[in-house]
């Protein structure tokens, strides 16, 4: 498809109207402009000029009526927002833990260089208080 022709044809059997073409393809766009891959090829540079062509061309599949009713109940029992922060924390914990892991190994590299060194130097002490 090179341009979209208005008025578009559509199969009507699959989608009931102008308005759930404008639905289908602004939700779409919207995933589309947050990193989804397009369904096919196309010449189309913006992601809504794409959205449209995907759902004329019946590329994506989308629910209507009673489904779609039972599908957004269970969509809106998810907090996404809720689980996109624990996924956050859970990838900077790990980078953390990684973080702590180092500075732990440093640390105790760094304790056991300075107790030597004290050790080293009671030592000498004891030896200098020794040979007098």
Not at 29 to 54: C, D
Not at 90 to 103: F, M, N, Q, S
Request: glycine letters at 6%; aromatic letters at 6%.
């Amino acid at each position: 498809m090179d341009i979209i022709s208005l008025p578009i044809e559509y199969d009507r059997n699959k989608i009931d109207g102008k308005h759930r073409i404008v639905i289908i393809a602004s939700q779409r766009a919207k995933e589309l402009s947050l990193g989804a891959k397009p369904k096919f090829k196309t010449k189309a540079k913006k992601v809504t000029t794409i959205a449209i062509e995907e759902t004329i061309c019946n590329a994506i599949e989308f629910l209507t009526g009673e489904e779609a009713k039972k599908a957004r109940e269970t969509a809106g029992k998810f907090d996404f927002r809720k689980l996109l922060e624990e996924r956050k924390r859970e990838i900077a914990g790990e980078d953390l833990t990684e973080l702590e892991k180092d500075l732990k190994v440093y640390l105790h590299e760094k304790e056991s260089q300075e107790s030597k060194v004290a050790e080293d130097y009671f030592i000498e002490r004891r030896e200098e208080g020794a040979g007098e």
